[in-house]
């Protein structure tokens, strides 16, 4: 299994940048996906998860109203919409497979979640 996020860079606060999320020799239709993010002195942390059907996710109260996920079943992609960003959006970003997701929070499950290597997103102007 590779993971990779991309679509990162420098973008200037309240602009927008979408992530995206590929897996090869894996299919991210009907399982967890979990953004996570990491700035530099700062511990992890889960930004924006959804379960495998859809029908639960977590938004971290930071990014609540300017995050959104979405999935392309088609290319086997899952996409992090960020708008309005500000600057302590700034971090590298990694997207996860099969976290444990619950409506109050979004968690690693050593074993079993799978991270792929992180795009870095740095909000400056």
């Known amino acids: 299994v590779q993971l990779q996020a991309s679509g990162g860079g420098l973008v200037q606060p309240g602009k927008s940048l979408r992530l995206s999320c590929s897996a090869s020799g894996f299919i991210l239709d009907a399982i967890a996906i979990g953004w996570f993010r990491q700035a530099p002195g700062k511990e992890r942390e889960a930004v924006l998860c959804?379960?495998?059907?859809?029908?639960?996710?977590y938004y971290s109260q930071s990014v609540l109203g300017r995050f959104s996920i979405s999935r392309d079943r088609a290319k086997n992609m899952v996409y992090l919409h960020m708008d309005s960003l500000k600057r302590d959006d700034t971090a590298v970003y990694y997207c996860?497979?099969?976290?444990?997701?619950?409506?109050?929070?979004?968690?690693?499950?050593?074993?079993?979640?799978?991270w792929g290597q992180g795009t870095q997103v740095t909000v400056s102007s």
């Open positions: 996860v497979i099969d976290p444990v997701v619950r409506g109050y929070g979004c968690y690693d499950a050593p074993g079993d979640s799978y």
């Open positions: 959804i379960n495998g059907g859809d029908s639960l996710q």
